[in-house]
């Protein structure tokens, strides 16, 4: 059975800094492309960063780049998200994504609030 624990989302000033982290198991965690999405109050979901399986590309929203840093421990089945001078507009759920060709898996998200 397919089980995602999100965690380190939270409340930060703007500016500030917070890592998530999104655990995964019943799956082969290795074979799949693993992605960040948000969805602010009000809003779509957008994709945020992707990683491919091996880790060996990625991509970024325009709005992230330069501030945003995905990774993962394929040894951990763990998928990372580091943000770094976040602002106001990042608000959202955050939610980790896991994919392979038509199969795709959804954690549950966890809130990022930036406010000062």
């Known amino acids: 059975q397919v089980h995602f624990v999100e965690s380190g989302g939270g409340l930060v000033q703007p500016g500030g800094s917070l890592r998530l982290s999104c655990a995964a198991s019943g799956f082969t965690f290795s074979m799949y492309a693993m992605r960040w999405y948000r969805q602010g109050p009000g809003k779509e979901r957008e994709l945020v960063a992707a990683?491919?399986?091996?880790?060996?590309?990625?991509n970024y929203a325009d709005s992230v780049k330069g501030r945003f840093t995905i990774s993962r421990d394929n040894t951990k089945n763990t998928v990372y998200l580091q943000m770094n001078s976040l602002k106001p507009e990042d608000t959202a759920v955050y939610f980790c994504?896991?994919?392979?060709?038509?199969?795709?898996?959804w954690g549950q998200g966890t809130q990022v609030t930036v406010s000062s």
């Open positions: 990683m491919s399986s091996g880790g060996g590309s990625t």
């Open positions: 994504n896991a994919v392979r060709g038509s199969r795709y898996y």
